[in-house]
């Protein structure tokens, strides 16, 4: 699969949910694929602090076939959008409007039309004609559905040389937080700080976090807040060695049967696609000097 499709648009098109031709939750083939699994193994550069090639790391995942591969990406995806809104979006009716209980004029020998209440929806101030009220929003997806979605965009990703490990550096920001030695680190990686990117670590310092927070397209994720619009919308992906073998072991091969997965948030609760509170470390979010991550 081409980077070029790795994009939440391009899983947005024709088959968006409150737009396709075939009812409010998409066509039916997206509401039961057929799961069907492969392995995909790829090979990453490994990266140091400085930019050199230390090595190589081999990422494999399994991931759907590629006649199946855009129908359930799609749909986990449409069900993380889904599940995000809130659906407290509501209207007063004609009923509900205050006032409007006298009649204006009299029905007849007025020369006007005739009008029952000031508060029709024909008028400033009435009521609304089919409008929003609150509703529950949130669809269903089976949990190896959408971890195998998770990890066909990660092995597409990988196989189109958009991801590569860099080793730990948080020992490089210990004494103190630095945005500049940040940035200066990501153009060493090949990285460009106005292009969007995610940053996949297991254990989140408050120092690197707060060196981060600022670049307003680098994603700073963990495994708690690893999601798929992120995947998707990102261009390029890092991984720390021990996330690599966190994907390894959660999304590879010997973990296509397993049921222990803890999973500490319902699907309707899960974080917001733009929001990193889950992956503020402990301590506060500390004072930023003129903006915000």
């Not at 309707?268 to 992956?279: I, K, R, S, T």
Request: proline share 7%; glycine share 8%.
């Amino acid at each position: 699969m081409a980077s070029a499709a790795l994009s939440p648009s391009s899983f947005l098109g024709p088959l968006s949910l409150r737009h396709g031709p075939h009812g409010p939750r998409g066509p039916r083939c997206l509401r039961h694929p057929r799961l069907q699994v492969r392995a995909d193994q790829a090979t990453l550069p490994v990266l140091s602090f400085s930019g050199d090639r230390v090595g190589s790391a081999s990422l494999d995942l399994r991931s759907a076939p590629p006649s199946t591969a855009r129908a359930v990406v799609h749909r986990a995806l449409l069900t993380d959008q889904q599940n995000s809104r809130r659906g407290t979006a509501s209207t007063l009716t004609r009923g509900e409007v205050r006032g409007g209980g006298r009649k204006p004029y009299q029905q007849k020998k007025t020369g006007r039309a005739r009008r029952g209440s000031q508060r029709t929806p024909l008028r400033p101030g009435g009521g609304v004609i089919f409008g929003p009220k609150p509703r529950d929003w949130s669809i269903k997806i089976n949990r190896k559905e959408k971890r195998l979605a998770i990890s066909t965009a990660l092995s597409s990703a990988a196989s189109a040389a958009d991801a590569f490990v860099v080793e730990d550096f948080s020992h490089q920001f210990q004494a103190a937080p630095r945005t500049k030695d940040f940035v200066a680190a990501l153009r060493r990686w090949g990285l460009d700080p106005s292009h969007k990117a995610i940053l996949l670590m297991t254990d989140l310092p408050r120092n690197v976090w707060l060196s981060a927070r600022n670049i307003g397209t680098l994603k700073m994720l963990t495994p708690r807040t690893l999601n798929l619009f992120d995947i998707l919308d990102a261009r390029k992906l890092v991984f720390t060695r021990s996330a690599l073998d966190y994907l390894n072991d959660m999304y590879g091969n010997n973990n296509v049967d397993s049921d222990d997965y803890d999973d500490d948030e319902s699907e309707e609760n899960e974080a917001l696609p733009d929001q990193q509170a889950d992956a503020v470390p402990e301590g506060g979010e500390g004072e930023s000097s003129d903006g915000t991550s």
